[in-house]
């Protein structure tokens, strides 16, 4: 009879392990999950639409300090200038819900842009957090690359200094410049996880 | 937050540097530099604390900060040659912020730091930290302030603010402890099992617990985890991060577990370093949430419970009975049956529920750990056992099986006899059940509530169904001279279950209450013989018998129950009694009493890290201070009257008497070495 229990509890037990193991967010070296969403044009943009390309996916905020320190310092645009010139695709995706910081119109977005010499291919508005769910975006700014078969190449932070001083910048290793390169080149990227850091994404 | 919000926060910082204060006050929090002492002894360390007082709904973060946000940072300067050690972090909440989870300070929060002087030092010194800090709600704000100190040397002796004092001994308080736990993880589909040896943790106390990895990259901080007791201690299922260890690297962060006190909930964080190893299946810790499944699987052990040898006796019986009702009866009879027994099991429920509430540490089982319910218990066993024999008739109407099907008695008699059933089943249940019951018992109330419901709707469920389909029963041959023998055969599970039961008894109680319990039970046979006996006769006889049934079991009860609180106040040497603290006051002694309980983790960390130590020993030798043991492990009376007498429902209590005369000084729960050290220094 206790033996009995005892099969249950481990077959229960083995249940709840199958049920977190589907919780997986998306990984490096995995199909990029596929996703469409509008630009602040209003045109819909996917995700295969640019197979065969490079693709950066940069989650923002234009009021978080963090993503201030690499916009006021001129560091993100560089980044976006750099792909532009490499034919990458730069997506800017703002997730904050309405009513939250971040969260913007489509004239505001691309008021911010011009504002700040953004250079992104595009900036797509995800107030309902579908895109940044998907592909578990936690922080401003979350750097992720896609590569040209589609794969996820890189996910994490824009650089390794955990700060909102520009100051850092300098010294950081940039980490998201560093791995895009290994993309355009084709090679392996070598760190292809770090930590994301900032303000928590406005779901 | 606007950006001019921010720049207004900024400018009130500017102003704080200018004046080189020891506190800066933004719109979000207040900081503080503070000396643990006001001076400093050269050669010697001193401590100095960041705190943070928050206005409600802010946060600051943890050393690792979860899915977003920043630890605070303090850049010193420091006279020459000082040294300042790692921030000493306090165990952190978990702060969710939509689907994300932060770790991190509500309220308020001191950050230790230990400075080592230089012995070529004297007069007054300067101390600057020039903190960084994100502070957040929804949004978060990136502040910094310089902080200023002026150290006098202990030449100029100042008395300490009592008030940072105790800041501090709060700090010590909330940091996490060393177990020395062998801890051990495996990674399965993305998933750290980690399995940490906490012997005390099968107890039924712990509410809540949960991992936070150091550093980011090993851990989700989002992730649900379950977490399951096994023999020796808790096992928790990990969802891992973007960064999981590979090869033999360790897993090191903290375990925070709370466990149920009689005062509410108590938290700890315990450090570990878990290495990779194999973790055999998990056998004996029912997991965590779940409820379907658990409330299926309690289903499936309500029907197993038909089975019990004490129980299928008054089942068949029951089953038996519905024959003669076959025509239509019989399905009321099941519901009704079904009611009783839900009853019942809803009743031992919102009891155990109750109990806990009130800061007992009860399980499953608990019911056999009293000698009198299990006299009590052995009592109706025999009594069902002779009447099955045929000894005597009445009982037989308890059991529904008499009367005419649908007469409002009859009903009544088959709602007793699922009530009865019930109370048959629990010695058999406890010791097959006592697990998985217990694990109930630590979920929300609804959930031990809706186990105990699925157990009663198990058990009930082949009597309920071959009562609503009474064309099976037609498979029993016809009633006849077999029921009788059957009755007969099924008498003797029934005096096995009340030998046990003796058995059990026997090692709680004495001799001479043993031997009262069996002529207890020669009594109540005799009486109970006498009484069918007797049924026709005169009302005479009739009384004789209950008469010597009341005082067979009176006597056998009363034995039971004077020894059992002759039992209580066991006096083992340097165990815990007013009368005994008083004695060694009156000695001159001061003395620390700890009351303390096997199943409390709390009190056992406590004695691990803040008590059993060479060094507190040595001072409690060295102020020749007694040390009393005041154990609650099993109620005690005097205790739980102690334990009000200060204010708390629950254990842990630390009391320091000092000697001859005089209130005790009451110790915080989480101890400290130091904290117990310095309590010691000032009696």
Same mark, same amino acid.
């Given at each position: 009879?206790?033996?009995?229990?005892?099969?249950?509890?481990?077959?229960?037990?083995?249940?709840?392990?199958?049920?977190?193991?589907?919780?997986?967010?998306?990984?490096?070296?995995?199909?990029?999950?596929? #996703?469409?969403?509008?630009?602040?044009?209003?045109?819909?943009?996917?995700?295969?639409? *640019?197979?065969?390309?490079?693709?950066?996916?940069?989650?923002?905020?234009?009021?978080?300090?963090?993503?201030?320190?690499?916009?006021?310092?001129?560091?993100?645009?560089?980044?976006?200038?750099?792909?532009?010139?490499?034919?990458?695709?730069?997506?800017?995706?703002?997730?904050?819900?309405?009513?939250?910081?971040?969260?913007?119109?489509?004239?505001?977005?691309?008021?911010?842009?011009?504002?700040?010499?953004?250079?992104?291919?595009?900036?797509?508005?995800?107030?309902?957090?579908?895109?940044?769910?998907?592909?578990?975006?936690?922080? $401003?700014?979350?750097?992720?690359? @896609?590569?040209?078969?589609?794969?996820?190449?890189?996910?994490?932070?824009?650089?390794?200094?955990?700060?909102?001083?520009?100051?850092?910048?300098?010294?950081?290793?940039?980490?998201?410049?560093?791995?895009?390169?290994?993309?355009?080149?084709?090679?392996?990227?070598?760190?292809?996880?770090?930590?994301?850091?900032?303000?928590?994404?406005? *779901? | 937050?606007?950006?001019?919000?921010?720049?207004?926060?900024?400018?009130?910082?500017?102003?704080?540097?200018?004046?080189?204060?020891?506190?800066?006050?933004?719109?979000?929090?207040?900081? +503080?530099?503070?000396?643990?002492?006001?001076?400093?002894?050269?050669?010697?360390?001193?401590?100095?604390?960041?705190?943070?007082?928050?206005?409600?709904?802010?946060?600051?973060?943890?050393?690792?900060?979860?899915?977003?946000?920043?630890?605070?940072?303090?850049?010193?300067?420091?006279?020459?040659?000082?040294?300042?050690?790692?921030?000493?972090?306090?165990?952190?909440?978990?702060?969710?912020?939509?689907?994300?989870?932060?770790?991190?300070?509500?309220?308020?929060?001191?950050?230790?730091?230990?400075?080592?002087?230089?012995?070529?030092?004297?007069?007054?010194?300067?101390?600057?930290?020039?903190?960084?800090?994100?502070?957040?709600?929804?949004?978060?704000?990136?502040?910094?302030?310089?902080?200023?100190?002026?150290?006098?040397?202990?030449?100029?002796?100042?008395?300490?603010?009592?008030?940072?004092?105790?800041?501090?001994?709060?700090?010590?308080?909330?940091?996490?402890?060393?177990?020395?736990?062998?801890?051990?993880?495996?990674?399965?589909?993305?998933?750290?099992?980690?399995?940490? %040896?906490?012997?005390?943790?099968?107890?039924?106390?712990?509410?809540?617990? !949960?991992?936070?990895?150091?550093?980011?990259?090993?851990?989700?901080?989002?992730?649900?985890?379950?977490?399951?007791?096994?023999? %020796?201690?808790?096992?928790?299922? @990990?969802?891992?991060?973007?960064?999981?260890?590979?090869?033999?690297?360790?897993?090191?962060?903290?375990?925070?577990?709370?466990?149920?006190?009689?005062?509410?909930?108590?938290?700890?964080?315990?450090?570990?370093?878990?290495?990779?190893?194999?973790?055999?299946?998990?056998?004996?810790?029912?997991?965590?949430?779940?409820?379907?499944?658990?409330?299926?699987?309690?289903?499936?052990?309500?029907?197993?419970?038909?089975?019990?040898?004490?129980?299928?006796?008054?089942?068949?019986?029951?089953?038996?009975?519905?024959?003669?009702?076959?025509?239509?009866?019989?399905?009321?009879?099941?519901?009704?049956?079904?009611?009783?027994?839900?009853?019942?099991?809803?009743?031992?429920?919102?009891?155990?529920?109750?109990?806990?509430?009130?800061?007992?540490?009860?399980?499953?089982? #608990?019911?056999?750990?009293?000698?009198?319910?299990?006299?009590?218990?052995?009592?109706?066993?025999?009594?069902?056992?002779?009447?099955?024999?045929?000894?005597?008739?009445?009982?037989?109407?308890?059991?529904?099986?008499?009367?005419?099907?649908?007469?409002?008695?009859?009903?009544?008699?088959? #709602?007793?006899?699922?009530?009865?059933?019930?109370?048959?089943?629990?010695?058999?249940?406890?010791?097959?059940?006592?697990?998985?019951?217990? #694990?109930?018992?630590?979920?929300?109330?609804?959930?031990?509530?809706?186990?105990?419901?699925?157990?009663?709707?198990?058990?009930?469920?082949?009597?309920?169904?071959? +009562?609503?389909?009474?064309?099976?029963?037609?498979?029993?041959?016809?009633?006849?001279?077999?029921?009788?023998?059957?009755?007969?055969?099924?008498?003797?599970?029934?005096?096995?279950?009340?030998? !046990?039961?003796?058995?059990?008894?026997?090692?709680?109680?004495?001799?001479?209450?043993?031997?009262?319990?069996?002529?207890?039970?020669?009594?109540?046979?005799?009486?109970?013989?006498?009484?069918?006996?007797?049924?026709?006769?005169?009302?005479?006889?009739? $009384?004789?018998?209950?008469?010597?049934?009341?005082?067979?079991?009176? @006597?056998?009860?009363?034995?039971?129950?004077?020894?059992?609180?002759?039992?209580?106040?066991?006096?083992?040497?340097?165990?815990?009694?007013?009368?005994?603290?008083?004695?060694?006051?009156?000695?001159?002694?001061?003395?620390?009493?700890?009351?303390?309980?096997?199943?409390?983790?709390?009190?056992?960390?406590?004695?691990?890290?803040?008590? %059993?130590?060479?060094?507190?020993?040595?001072?409690?030798?060295?102020?020749?201070?007694?040390?009393?043991?005041?154990? !609650?492990?099993?109620?005690?009376?005097?205790?739980?009257?102690?334990?009000?007498?200060?204010?708390?429902?629950?254990?842990?209590?630390?009391?320091?008497?000092?000697?001859?005369?005089?209130?005790?000084?009451?110790?915080?729960?989480?101890?400290?070495?130091?904290?117990?050290?310095?309590?010691?220094?000032?009696?």
């Amino acid at each position: 009879m206790g033996i009995r229990i005892r099969e249950q509890v481990v077959a229960m037990a083995l249940g709840i392990v199958l049920s977190t193991a589907t919780l997986a967010a998306v990984n490096v070296g995995q199909p990029a999950p596929g #996703f469409s969403g509008i630009d602040t044009r209003g045109q819909r943009i996917a995700l295969e639409d *640019y197979r065969g390309q490079v693709v950066v996916l940069e989650w923002t905020n234009h009021d978080c300090p963090y993503v201030r320190k690499h916009y006021d310092s001129g560091n993100m645009q560089a980044h976006q200038r750099e792909a532009a010139g490499n034919g990458v695709v730069w997506l800017s995706v703002i997730s904050s819900a309405p009513g939250k910081q971040g969260h913007v119109t489509a004239a505001e977005a691309d008021e911010l842009t011009a504002q700040r010499g953004a250079a992104p291919t595009a900036v797509i508005l995800d107030p309902a957090g579908h895109i940044g769910r998907l592909y578990g975006a936690r922080t $401003t700014p979350h750097m992720y690359i @896609i590569d040209r078969d589609g794969a996820l190449a890189y996910m994490g932070g824009i650089d390794s200094i955990v700060s909102t001083d520009p100051a850092d910048i300098a010294q950081a290793t940039a980490y998201t410049r560093i791995a895009l390169n290994e993309v355009v080149a084709g090679k392996t990227v070598q760190r292809a996880v770090t930590r994301p850091y900032g303000c928590s994404v406005k *779901y | 937050m606007t950006f001019g919000r921010v720049l207004a926060a900024l400018a009130c910082l500017l102003l704080s540097v200018a004046h080189g204060s020891n506190s800066v006050q933004t719109p979000q929090v207040q900081v +503080s530099l503070l000396a643990e002492q006001p001076h400093y002894t050269p050669g010697q360390p001193l401590w100095l604390g960041l705190r943070f007082d928050l206005l409600p709904g802010w946060h600051v973060y943890w050393r690792n900060p979860g899915d977003s946000g920043e630890a605070p940072r303090i850049d010193w300067r420091l006279p020459d040659g000082w040294q300042a050690s790692d921030i000493h972090w306090p165990v952190p909440h978990r702060i969710p912020v939509g689907h994300l989870v932060n770790y991190g300070y509500e309220d308020s929060v001191t950050l230790l730091v230990e400075l080592q002087t230089t012995t070529a030092d004297a007069g007054p010194r300067t101390i600057v930290a020039n903190a960084d800090w994100l502070v957040c709600r929804e949004t978060c704000i990136p502040q910094q302030g310089l902080l200023r100190l002026e150290l006098p040397d202990s030449a100029a002796v100042d008395a300490a603010n009592p008030r940072v004092v105790s800041d501090f001994s709060a700090a010590r308080g909330q940091w996490p402890v060393t177990l020395g736990s062998r801890a051990i993880y495996q990674q399965v589909d993305g998933t750290l099992q980690l399995r940490v %040896d906490i012997p005390a943790a099968s107890a039924g106390q712990i509410e809540d617990a !949960w991992f936070a990895a150091y550093d980011w990259g090993p851990v989700a901080p989002s992730g649900r985890q379950q977490w399951s007791r096994h023999a %020796d201690g808790l096992r928790l299922a @990990i969802p891992a991060g973007e960064m999981p260890p590979t090869g033999d690297m360790p897993l090191q962060g903290l375990l925070v577990v709370s466990e149920r006190s009689g005062d509410g909930l108590l938290t700890r964080g315990i450090r570990l370093t878990a290495t990779p190893g194999l973790l055999p299946p998990d056998t004996t810790g029912p997991p965590g949430p779940g409820i379907a499944l658990a409330l299926a699987f309690a289903f499936l052990g309500g029907l197993l419970l038909n089975l019990m040898p004490c129980v299928l006796p008054v089942l068949s019986i029951k089953i038996v009975g519905l024959v003669r009702h076959a025509d239509g009866g019989a399905a009321r009879h099941g519901l009704v049956f079904t009611a009783g027994v839900l009853s019942a099991f809803a009743a031992l429920a919102a009891a155990l529920i109750a109990l806990r509430a009130a800061g007992e540490a009860i399980g499953w089982g #608990f019911q056999l750990q009293e000698p009198l319910v299990v006299l009590g218990l052995m009592y109706l066993m025999l009594a069902l056992g002779l009447n099955l024999s045929g000894v005597f008739s009445m009982g037989s109407r308890l059991m529904g099986l008499a009367g005419q099907a649908g007469s409002r008695h009859d009903l009544a008699g088959t #709602f007793a006899s699922g009530v009865l059933a019930v109370v048959v089943a629990s010695p058999c249940t406890a010791p097959f059940m006592g697990g998985a019951l217990g #694990f109930a018992l630590t979920q929300p109330a609804v959930m031990s509530l809706g186990v105990f419901l699925a157990l009663g709707l198990g058990f009930a469920t082949p009597l309920l169904l071959l +009562s609503l389909w009474p064309a099976w029963l037609r498979l029993l041959p016809a009633p006849g001279a077999w029921m009788e023998r059957l009755r007969n055969v099924l008498a003797f599970p029934m005096y096995a279950a009340a030998a !046990w039961l003796l058995w059990v008894l026997s090692q709680q109680v004495t001799p001479t209450v043993l031997a009262a319990a069996l002529a207890g039970a020669v009594l109540l046979s005799f009486a109970l013989w006498w009484s069918d006996l007797s049924l026709h006769n005169r009302r005479r006889q009739r $009384t004789v018998a209950s008469t010597a049934a009341v005082a067979g079991m009176g @006597i056998a009860l009363l034995a039971t129950l004077t020894q059992n609180q002759a039992d209580q106040p066991s006096i083992a040497q340097a165990s815990w009694s007013a009368d005994h603290v008083r004695a060694l006051q009156a000695d001159g002694r001061a003395v620390f009493v700890n009351f303390t309980a096997a199943w409390c983790i709390t009190c056992k960390v406590n004695e691990q890290v803040a008590l %059993d130590t060479d060094r507190v020993r040595a001072a409690l030798e060295h102020h020749n201070i007694a040390y009393l043991k005041g154990d !609650w492990t099993r109620r005690d009376p005097a205790i739980t009257a102690e334990l009000a007498r200060h204010g708390r429902s629950g254990v842990p209590l630390y009391l320091l008497f000092p000697p001859h005369t005089g209130q005790p000084q009451v110790l915080p729960q989480f101890l400290t070495e130091g904290l117990v050290l310095q309590a010691i220094e000032n009696i």
